[in-house]
């Protein structure tokens, strides 16, 4: 069974401190790992896919990582917008399944 | 503009009834989920659909039923058999979950409440 585990649950950074969130993961074969941004009441917006280990991808102050068993979001200089939910998901190579982890609740203070 | 709706935003539901939230994506997706979400928690898979007239049961059917009559429709009937269905309910779709890491897309949710 997949599993999907985030750390740390919430996070509180000053602006401009920069961070790492982290995914941890177990699947029997990895087809593709997610990252979503969930503001309060709203459904998740797509960040970024990775697909094998060595892959980042970065979009403005985020930058994702993948190795074998985990993934980083690696935050630089946060700003107070980026305050959200960030969700790690994993699909698996089998099957349609999509088994998201937790969710790291990241608050950054102006 | 292409995308996925919920709908209501909001819903109430007295104890012993059952209601049904709508889910429509005209993106033209093969496959369609329902996650639940509890207040600090992330999504709990439902059920799910690859294909039109097909679905499976996810990590917490129990109480819950669903139908794809068509490729585009995905409603979610919570019966009064779920005992704590108050919850926010979220759709989502992909393209095709065969293809190496395509995304899913999701709605805005549905917010519901047992009163």
Known sequence: EDQVTQSPEALRLQEGESSSLNCSYTVSGLRGLFWY????????????????AGEEKEKERLKATLTKKESFLHITAPKPEDSATYLCAVQETSGSRLTFGEGTQLTVNP | DGGITQSPKYLFRKEGQNVTLSCEQNLNHDAMYWYRQDPGQGLRLIYYSQIVNDFQKGDIAEGYSVSREKKESFPLTVTSAQKNPTAFYLCASIKDPRLLGTEAFFGQGTRLTVV
């Not at chain 1, 941004?37 to 094998?52: A, C, H, M, N, V």
């Open chain 1, 37 to 52: 941004r969930q503001d309060p009441g709203k459904g998740p917006e797509f960040l970024f896919t990775l697909y094998s």
